[in-house]
């Protein structure tokens, strides 16, 4: 059944087209990786799931409720019902800076009123354990090392219990020996079914974790499928461009 | 130099000291959230606000204070007509322009502020779910603050000094009493002791920053 649907989604940015016609669907439980060349459009189409970014045309919509449809935005109080079923997990983590890991995780759902703050502060402790961070709850996210940031990021979107989880290359701004880490507590949240879908150039996870690749270029999908197919025999002759230079690296 | 006659110079200075303390608490108290409102009017998508702000900002910071001050205190009451109603006690009036002056100031001041805030803090509280009055009041605002807080210190600093300019729009101050006891004692130590005052309450304000800036700290 699909969680998401995405529907000819154009996007300019000038005279600069961006996005052009994209359509996907993503079913429940699916882990998608989004891969392709820098400036392919892939978190621009990731970012527009959220309103990070305003689409100039095409139709989003997520449990069959349109948060967009031909172009034309919902109302402002829909978009923001729609978009509070997504989390999303930063490139450079986002984390507040000026709070507490636990109250990074604790702010949202506090000032929205989920939830008593029994509830908050077993939630925010359950999902602390569960990547591994339970002794850091009372730190400043200074303290942290880039790959704990990123799993704190992790969890504070995890809070809100989200269907679908975006994320936009969270391992690219790590040092190598930390992205493994991540991609693990990823990998965690794959296998607990989650649907998420992951804008990486982390080929090894696309393979391993993705339930779907799609393979963007230019703006639009070039090929997408089985990670197997799409990875291993491309049919395309940019995949295969793409996917030579990459391993060749 | 006796020890009497210190004294004796010293309680009317430090009675002066209070005038010039009283300035500065009411001046940064009430210049501090109104600069902040200034700020968040030159970032106004209301183009008019923005551009009144701005040209506010530009004015009171482009004149001297002085020159501020003995408008607001010997100026306004020559206006026609509502002249006759615009004069106020002194000292109100110059804790007026005090605080008009400087909240131009700290508006310039907390919009550096704005500035250094990264983008993605919006972005996260956005997807989040936060309104923008939360983001404001939770996420940029204690960032501002923190960010801004050294040269809010600068700023306080110089209020302290410029509260000497009391002294010219003829308000009793620590310095008019300085300047009384030079003339009529022809000594130079009135000066000596005012200028130990100001250091006293300019080092308390240091300190009390210093204090701040450690407690506030998140990087």
Redesign the interface.
Known sequence: MSILEVENLKKSFGSLEVLKQISFDVNKNDVIAVIGPSGSGKSTMLRSL???EEIDGGSISVNGEYMVKGGAYSKPQQV?QI??K???V?Q???????LTVRENLE??PK??KQGTVAENRALSMELLEKVGLSDKADV???KLSGGQKQRVAIA??LM?KPDILLFDEPTSALDPELTGEVLRVMKDLAKEHMTMIVVTHEMEFAKDVASKVIFMDNGEIIESGNPRDVLTTPKMERTKTFLHRTLSR | MSFDYLLSILKPMLEGAQATIILFIVAIIVSIPLGFLLTLAVRSSIKPLAWLANTYIYVMRGTPLLLQLLFIVFGLPLIPVIGEYLVIDRFVAACLGFILNYAAYFAEIFRGGLLAIDKGQYEASKVLGLSRWHTMRHIVLPQMFRIALPAVANESVTLVKDTALLYAVAVPELLHFAQTAVNRDFTIVPFLLAGIIYLLITLCLTLFFKWLERRLRFD
């Open positions: 959220v309103q990070l923001k978009i509070s997504m989390g999303m930063f450079h983590f986002n984390l507040f800076p000026h702010l949202a000032l929205l400043l996210p200074a504070r979107a809100r």
